[in-house]
């Protein structure tokens, strides 16, 4: 028999870790006891260096990239009402830190790669406020992790009275993760009772630790089993395009918010319910649900969100703190015909795929993937979803029990002040049912967004409770009440009739006129038009019913006379340019019906042709009707030809009315009339005018063609108003224009950026930016600009006109909310009654919602806050480019930011991103793309571009897509090799660490198989090779040429020292804490310590041969370097030395190992000034020590200096004084500055293991004689 179990622990130890895992779980199954197969097994040996594993790899980096982070943070609190033991908690604390290894865990590089540090021991102290500030959570909250120095958590009490207090908890995700806190909680609440009850806790021996199990991982990572798991990744999330709900929308502020807000008993009954009736977990109902959710918000039909999976799958695991969590994507195709049943069926097979593969780290998996790194983007995903049953139940309990009946323990999160995603929802299952707290970045979505996002979820779910049947498009998700908010309304009001307005202004003494000297008053307008309308009707081609009359005239009073005459004869009007191509024109006459043409010149037209002038005559003229056609429009059509969008009487009444009412416009209005009549906003000039009795100014065509012509029109008619396109505003302000201070200034026709608008808005009187497509007459929405309105990078479009709607949708026609881009649908009185001849156009252009009519603009918006609609670009010009969708106004506002660029224009073309740029000169392509890696992602960054003089434009004044001169299509810019030494130097690292040879500067890192081990280990090849490149540097410039740029020499030690700027927080890399200002006061920062520390410096002093000054300033140079690993100038003013002189230590890097480095820096500060530079000149440049310096000798080195450590020997230890320029630094920074350096100084010596028998004998003999 013994025999036989030795044979099955051989099998067994032959097993690699999971494999041990899986097959322990069967045997305990069948109720056998494990321990009778496998003796425990002592911990392998550790090796001197520790990995970390990939999940600590990746918040190390993070960590890195970021220093001043708290998003990597885990933070709650407890709220005591009681006598609360403080000795018995204290005590807790510290023996749960012997008791786990990672909360005495450092991280430190070794050899150029991270490592874990398990200490022996950690100082801990249980700080306490009493009482409290008010800032004391959030201050809390707010401070940055030392991953350097342990332990990685910290605790701090809020006495708020003798009986009330709140514990707060705070620890750095490196070293635990969600179950852990509940491991800690039932841990510290035993030890807690244990202690008040005078006794030692009675908790089981943790055989093998975190580290070990790191260890297994590393292990595993190498095995066949780990290469299949990297394999069914792979496959899983090929061409995965990661979406987010701020698409639209980008940010580099991190900052967060968090809500909890209740899901209620009776919905999570619900929950319960119906997943039992479908057969699948609630976990999946609810993840199918949300993914639902985002693909109506996003209108993605590949939806991925990332899930935490705790990562115990053994009982080994479940009791230890640590990182063990691991990050899964889970990504469903949503087919919008399909039913929920069978999505939901689809999202239950996916789950259970993702977590049969859920061992392969997520830092791996992004690495197998090959996805696109940006900073603030997490690749793949960027929204989370966790539902947390079953284990977490201890974790998110509100209410503790610390075995102790007089204590009263209310438990609860911490919100952090930054995110790690966009947007993080947690479901928890609480007593009272789920709730789920939400953590969001402010920057992206507002409270109000994510608040009608979880009303939302909540709709949702009802909706599949009811008709899980029911296909996925046919879901109603927004709540009424959102939906109501989510529909913009102009003001209800009476429309008066176009004509009886213009009658009503018979008296008027305006007139009508031409630029070429021709006028008209409104009387023999009235009696001209009404002649001639006689004379249409006597026109036998016009008897029809819905008879058509075409104008081609040239511009002037005559052509108003038309126009006005074939609406009073309640004819519709074809309005046609003179200079139309023949083809085109006849293309229009034919499609429109038309009886006969109007026109005042020569033209070979396939109608009969009329002079306007022979048409006269007497008689009624038929009453006016309101559902008439007024005129008959042709717009651009994307199949080439044309197509006619005829217009009612009642929509051209309504928008002129409207407009009028807007403007407030009277007599006084003196309109220029620059638009061809064949671009509907035309009508706006010359019936806007007519119905007010204002003076109408009809510019010539070859003043339009000519800036300063154009120009010059309006001071010499006292222009008021003027409506122009965006191009035509441009190309005045590029053409000297300066303005006019009593111009009412209209723009519309297509969006108008920024950075025009604020040329514009600064010369004119009032600027307005006007919006609306043809098919709903000419303008929907108007908004007068101010200064708030100048932040994107285009105008927003306003509010609705009267009678008028205008509502985001999906791509289902159903509403959205503020917050999620769709596309912009119009409803109202200003609608056409669809295009002519054009029965398939209709069904997709029109729809009916409710009881309301409405047109798809195909415009790509977002409802704002404030009511305005910030717009995106359109919707069948949105890119999609390897899996990414691209709005490519974002890219051209990127491009126009830059002051060399006056206009661009995105696009793809041929597979690239394309960019079409107006400048003076041509831009070199290398350095737009570094320029551009400044705002936008690299995906995002165009592969060539285009300079133009001008962007050709077509007859209405809009850019002219067509026309843009191709590039060649075979161009292809070829690999720049290196030229500059850094570049050459970075090339031949990227080359042997990557194993990759033939690339250029340009190419990106990661595309080239780069990872993130990989990225550190170039970091610190280029660091032994003289190249200092922080992790931030490394993974903000993906390429040989950018990191080249960006590298700082580590071989001019001179040159840096005197380079000029203060070390400020910038430079030092110790940004200020949050809610503590820079330039708030400047007081200075003192520590005091003890004799036993003064003893062992000058002990140790004294074994290396070296001083205390010198020591005491070398840990104040690793102070610094941990926290930026950049060169700077350090300076030691000694004043025990004979002679009181600067000697200046330039930091370029620093050997590994507290011994290495300890050397290296009191070697540097012991050579002095041997250069004969001016100290001052160093000093004021430099951080500056100084130890037991009387002011008097300070005075003759010391020039004014961002930073001074200033240490004297007092009689019972030494006093460390943190002086300090507060323009640069804060209190809190300093103060936590001071804290690392204490725990420096003291730690040196335990860095350097050689002599520490004699080191400790010296310090004895020392100890009275320290002074």
Same mark, same amino acid.
């Given at each position: 028999m013994h025999d036989q179990i030795e044979a099955i622990r051989a099998r067994v130890a032959a097993l690699s870790p999971q494999e041990r895992a899986g097959f322990r779980a069967k045997v305990e199954a069948r109720g056998i006891d494990w321990s009778l197969i496998v003796a425990d097994t002592p911990p392998r040996p550790r090796p001197d260096h520790l990995p970390l594993s990939p999940a600590q790899m990746q918040f190390w980096l993070l960590q890195q990239v970021h220093p001043e982070t708290t998003a990597l943070s885990i933070a709650f609190a407890w709220d005591v009402e009681g006598a609360l033991d403080l000795d018995a908690l204290r005590r807790a604390l510290t023996y749960l830190i012997a008791r786990h290894e990672p909360l005495r865990t450092a991280f430190t590089i070794k050899d150029g790669t991270p490592t874990q540090q398990v200490r022996a021991t950690v100082p801990f102290d249980l700080a306490t406020s009493l009482p409290p500030i008010a800032t004391a959570e959030s201050d809390f909250v707010a401070q940055a992790f030392d991953l350097g120095v342990a332990p990685l958590f910290r605790v701090r009490l809020l006495q708020h009275s003798q009986d009330r207090f709140s514990v707060l908890f705070a620890f750095h995700h490196i070293i635990c993760d969600g179950w852990s806190r509940g491991i800690f909680l039932r841990e510290l609440a035993a030890s807690y009772q244990a202690y008040v009850a005078g006794q030692e806790p009675d908790l089981p021996p943790i055989t093998r630790h975190f580290a070990d199990i790191v260890l297994d991982q590393t292990e595993w990572l190498a095995s066949s089993d780990a290469t299949a798991q990297a394999a069914f990744w792979r496959a899983e999330l090929e061409g995965i395009a990661p979406q987010s709900l701020s698409s639209w929308k980008r940010a580099a502020d991190t900052s967060a918010e968090t809500v909890t807000l209740p899901l209620g008993a009776d919905l999570s009954a619900r929950i319960a319910g119906l997943a039992a009736q479908l057969g699948v977990s609630q976990y999946v109902l609810m993840l199918a649900v949300f993914q639902l959710l985002l693909h109506r918000l996003t209108g993605a039909e590949d939806i991925a969100v990332g899930t935490p999976t705790a990562g115990r799958d053994s009982e080994e695991k479940s009791g230890l703190i640590g990182l063990f969590v691991n990050t899964l994507v889970l990504r469903n195709r949503i087919e919008p015909d399909m039913t929920f049943r069978t999505f939901l069926a689809r999202v239950g097979k996916g789950f259970a795929r993702a977590f049969e593969h859920q061992d392969l780290p997520f830092a791996r998996v992004v690495d197998t993937v090959g996805a696109a790194r940006n900073a603030g983007q997490t690749p793949l995903f960027q929204t989370l979803f966790q539902v947390q049953t079953g284990g977490y139940a201890h974790q998110n309990a509100a209410q503790i029990d610390l075995g102790d009946p007089r204590l009263a323990v209310r438990q609860r999160v911490l919100p952090l002040p930054q995110a790690k995603f966009d947007l993080s929802w947690h479901v928890m299952d609480q007593p009272g049912g789920y709730g789920v707290i939400i953590e969001y970045r402010p920057a992206l979505f507002s409270g109000d967004q994510i608040r009608g996002m979880k009303a939302q979820f909540e709709t949702l779910l009802h909706a599949v409770a009811d008709a899980p049947d029911m296909c996925l498009s046919a879901f109603s998700f927004i709540p009424p009440d959102q939906t109501r908010d989510a529909v913009l309304r102009g003001p209800d009001s009476n429309i008066p009739d176009l004509l009886q307005q213009i009658e009503k202004q018979k008296g008027a003494e305006a007139l009508i006129c031409a630029t070429s000297g021709q006028s008209l008053d409104y009387a023999d307008l009235w009696d001209r038009a009404g002649q001639?309308?006689?004379?249409?009707?006597?026109?036998?081609?016009?008897?029809?019913?819905?008879?058509?009359? *075409?104008?081609?005239?040239?511009?002037?009073?005559?052509?108003?006379?038309?126009?006005?005459?074939?609406?009073?004869? !309640?004819?519709?009007?074809?309005?046609?340019?003179?200079?139309?191509?023949?083809?085109?024109?006849?293309?229009?006459?034919?499609?429109?019906?038309?009886?006969?043409?109007?026109? /005042?010149?020569?033209?070979?037209?396939?109608?009969?042709?009329?002079?306007? %002038?022979?048409?006269?005559?007497?008689?009624?003229?038929?009453?006016?009707?309101?559902?008439?056609?007024?005129?008959?429009?042709?717009?651009? !059509?994307?199949? @080439?030809?044309?197509?006619?969008?005829?217009?009612?009487?009642?929509?051209?009444? #309504?928008?002129?009315?409207?407009?009028?009412?807007?403007?407030?416009?009277?007599?006084?209005?003196?309109?220029?009339?620059?638009?061809?009549?064949a671009f509907d906003i035309s009508a706006l000039e010359i019936f806007l005018p007519l119905s007010v009795g204002g003076t109408l100014v009809m510019a010539g065509t070859a003043d339009t063609a000519m800036p300063a012509q154009l120009a010059g029109l309006i001071p010499r008619h006292g222009i008021t108003h003027m409506q122009a396109t965006p191009a035509t505003w441009r190309?005045?302000? /590029?053409?000297?224009?300066?303005?006019?201070?009593?111009?009412?200034?209209?723009?519309?026709?297509?969006?108008?950026?920024?950075?025009?608008?604020? $040329?514009?808005?600064?010369?004119?009187?009032?600027?307005?930016?006007?919006?609306?497509?043809?098919?709903?007459? =000419?303008?929907?929405?108007?908004?007068?600009?101010?200064?708030?309105?100048? *932040?994107?990078?285009?105008?927003?479009?306003? !509010?609705?006109?009267? #009678?008028?709607?205008?509502?985001?949708?999906?791509?289902? +026609?159903?509403?959205?909310?503020?917050?999620?881009?769709?596309?912009?649908?119009?409803?109202?009185?200003?609608?056409?009654?669809?295009?002519? #001849?054009?029965?398939?156009?209709?069904?997709?252009?029109?729809?009916?919602?409710?009881?309301?009519?409405?047109?798809?603009?195909?415009?790509?918006?977002?409802?704002?806050?404030?009511?305005?609609?910030?717009?995106?670009?359109?919707? /069948?010009?949105?890119?999609?480019?390897? @899996?990414?969708?691209?709005?490519?106004?974002?890219?051209?506002?990127?491009?126009?930011?830059?002051?060399? =660029?006056?206009?661009?224009?995105?696009?793809?073309? @041929?597979?690239?991103?394309?960019?079409?740029?107006?400048?003076?000169?041509?831009? /070199?392509?290398?350095?737009?793309?570094?320029?551009?890696?400044?705002?936008?992602?690299?995906?995002?960054?165009?592969?060539?571009?285009?300079?133009? %003089?001008?962007?050709?434009?077509?007859? #209405?004044?809009?850019?002219?897509?067509?026309?843009?001169?191709?590039?060649?299509?075979?161009?292809?810019?070829?690999?720049?090799?290196?030229?500059?030494?850094?570049?050459?130097?970075?090339?031949?690292?990227?080359?042997?660490?990557?194993?990759?040879?033939?690339?250029?500067?340009?190419?990106?890192?990661?595309?080239? +198989?780069?990872?993130?081990?990989?990225?550190?280990?170039? *970091?610190?090849?280029? $660091?032994?090779?003289?190249?200092?490149?922080?992790?931030?540097?490394?993974?903000?410039?993906?390429?040989?040429?950018?990191?080249?740029?960006?590298?700082?020499?580590a071989k001019t030690p001179w040159q840096v020292a005197l380079s000029g700027g203060p070390i400020g927080n910038d430079i030092a890399g110790l940004a200020p804490v949050a809610g503590d200002s820079i330039g708030g006061g400047g007081a200075p920062v003192q520590q005091m310590l003890g004799a036993a520390d003064l003893a062992k410096l000058h002990a140790d002093a004294k074994l290396r041969n070296t001083t205390p000054a010198r020591l005491m300033t070398a840990a104040l140079a690793r102070t610094i370097w941990h926290w930026r690993q950049a060169p700077f100038s350090l300076v030691l003013i000694d004043g025990t030395e004979t002679e009181v002189r600067a000697m200046p230590a330039v930091l370029a890097a620093l050997p590994s190992g507290v011994a290495g480095s300890e050397k290296a820096l009191t070697d540097a500060l012991a050579v002095g000034d041997r250069a004969g530079i001016d100290p001052r000149r160093i000093v004021e440049k430099a951080v500056i020590a100084s130890w037991q310096a009387p002011a008097e000798q300070l005075a003759q080195v010391l020039a004014p200096t961002g930073l001074h450590l200033r240490a004297e020997a007092m009689e019972d230890g030494i006093l460390l004084k943190w002086e300090y320029d507060p323009g640069l630094f804060s209190g809190a920074t300093i103060a936590r500055l001071a804290a690392r350096h204490v725990a420096e100084l003291r730690g040196q010596a335990s860095g350097s293991t050689a002599g520490n028998n004699k080191l400790n004998k010296l310090r004895a003999q020392l100890k009275d004689t320290s002074k």
């Open positions: 001639m309308a006689n004379g249409l009707l006597a026109r036998p081609e016009l008897h029809g019913p819905d008879a058509r009359v *075409a104008i081609s005239m040239r511009r002037g009073p005559d052509l108003v006379v038309a126009m006005l005459a074939a609406l009073r004869a !309640g004819l519709a009007y074809v309005p046609l340019d003179p200079e139309m191509p023949v083809a085109r024109r006849d293309y229009i006459l034919q499609d429109a019906d038309v009886a006969l043409v109007l026109s /005042d010149h020569p033209l070979d037209t396939i109608c009969p042709l009329v002079d306007p %002038a022979t048409l006269t005559g007497q008689g009624d003229l038929p009453a006016p009707d309101p559902d008439r056609i007024a005129y008959l429009i042709y717009t651009s !059509g994307s199949t @080439g030809w044309p197509k006619g969008v005829p217009i009612t009487r009642r929509a051209l009444s #309504n928008l002129i009315a409207s407009t009028a009412d807007i403007l407030g416009t009277g007599q006084d209005l003196r309109m220029l009339a620059l638009t061809t009549v190309l005045l302000l /590029d053409h000297g224009w300066h303005g006019a201070p009593e111009l009412v200034a209209l723009s519309g026709g297509e969006a108008l950026p920024t950075g025009l608008a604020q $040329r514009l808005h600064a010369n004119v009187k009032s600027l307005w930016n006007m919006y609306g497509p043809t098919e709903t007459t =000419i303008w929907s929405a108007a908004l007068k600009i101010t200064p708030r309105n100048l *932040a994107g990078p285009v105008v927003p479009v306003g !509010g609705p006109v009267a #009678n008028t709607s205008l509502r985001v949708l999906d791509p289902h +026609g159903a509403v959205l909310p503020a917050g999620i881009a769709g596309e912009l649908a119009i409803g109202g009185a200003g609608l056409s009654p669809g295009y002519r #001849n054009r029965p398939d156009m209709n069904m997709r252009s029109f729809l009916t919602s409710g009881n309301e009519r409405l047109y798809r603009t195909g415009d790509r918006v977002v409802l704002q806050g404030d009511t305005t609609l910030q717009f995106l670009g359109r919707v /069948d010009h949105q890119i999609k480019l390897n @899996g990414y969708r691209i709005e490519p106004g974002e890219i051209e506002a990127a491009l126009t930011a830059l002051p060399e =660029i006056a206009e661009a224009l995105a696009m793809v073309d @041929g597979g690239r991103l394309l960019a079409y740029y107006r400048g003076d000169q041509t831009l /070199d392509a290398q350095a737009l793309r570094r320029q551009l890696a400044d705002s936008l992602p690299s995906y995002m960054i165009p592969a060539q571009y285009v300079r133009i %003089a001008a962007f050709p434009l077509n007859p #209405n004044g809009k850019i002219d897509r067509a026309q843009l001169p191709k590039p060649d299509a075979d161009e292809q810019a070829p690999r720049r090799t290196p030229t500059t030494g850094a570049e050459v130097l970075l090339h031949g690292i990227w080359a042997d660490v990557l194993q990759k040879n033939g690339f250029g500067v340009d190419d990106n890192f990661f595309d080239l +198989g780069g990872d993130s081990v990989r990225a550190i280990q170039i *970091a610190s090849r280029a $660091r032994e090779s003289g190249l200092i490149l922080t992790p931030a540097q490394m993974f903000e410039n993906q390429t040989v040429a950018l990191q080249a740029a960006a590298a700082q020499s």
